[in-house]
């Protein structure tokens, strides 16, 4: 089931606790005014409604990859008729992961695991303007035909603080949300330095270097999905599965 802010002021009473602490922590980030979270087309999104959210499992259970997909799917069908600034937000219970002290690598591990699962469940073809390969500048996480900007917050990122939350969450983000915020408009590359100020002022730190615009020659996408707390960043993307079939 797909939520909506309004949707669950209204019936919140229905969520699970753990549920119901997820979404709270994420609308008191959302409506800080004194430390404003940096992605500004997301905080649009929680103030006009146009957000989704969805819950799901433990993420390194099955039953989570399979709850994933059927809500992508679903999102991906009604995505176009929520607002510009669309996003689905999914919350995970990891109730059971914090106790256990995950670093960022393991979540790292737990993030992509996610989506080489998911993809699994993808009977679409890939979209012919999309690269099959993550080392290619125009490659972009694809689902049921839809491209996606991924993003993953976890409760074990301190330092990069746009990073952190108390639960495991990702974020999909539709491609074509971008076509009036890339580095061809002027509103585009305007909110980009908004972004940026922000960015440094929430984390206390400067950007990760793999922050960059789609399309970019020297931009890959899968980089920006997960950042560590650091500025380093793995040297091959870890989904596999579409390793495997172009090498097939």
Known sequence: MLWSKSLIDQLGEELAPWQRAAYGHFSAAMCDEEKPYPCVPGKQGFQTDTLRFGFAEDPRKPAASEKLACLLKHYGEISRDTGKYASLVVFFNSEEIVPENQSIDSYQDIFWGLLNRIHEFDKSPWPEDIAKDPHHHTWEFCFDGEPYF?????????????????????????????????????????????????????????????????????????????????????????????????KS
Not at 178 to 203: C, H, M, P, W
Not at 212 to 222: A, F, L, M, R, T
């Open 150 to 246: 991924a993003f993953c917050a976890t409760p074990a990122h301190t330092v990069r603080k746009s990073r952190h939350f108390p639960y495991f969450l990702v974020a999909f983000q539709p491609r074509w949300v971008f076509d009036e915020i890339n580095s061809s408009t002027a509103f585009g590359q305007k909110l980009k330095k908004v972004i940026r100020k922000r960015l440094i002022e929430y984390d206390e730190a400067e950007p990760h270097p793999s922050l960059k615009w789609y399309g970019q020659e020297d931009n890959y996408e899968w980089k920006q999905y997960y950042l560590s707390d650091d500025d380093s960043s793995l040297s091959k993307c870890p989904f596999l599965n579409m390793h495997k079939k172009i």
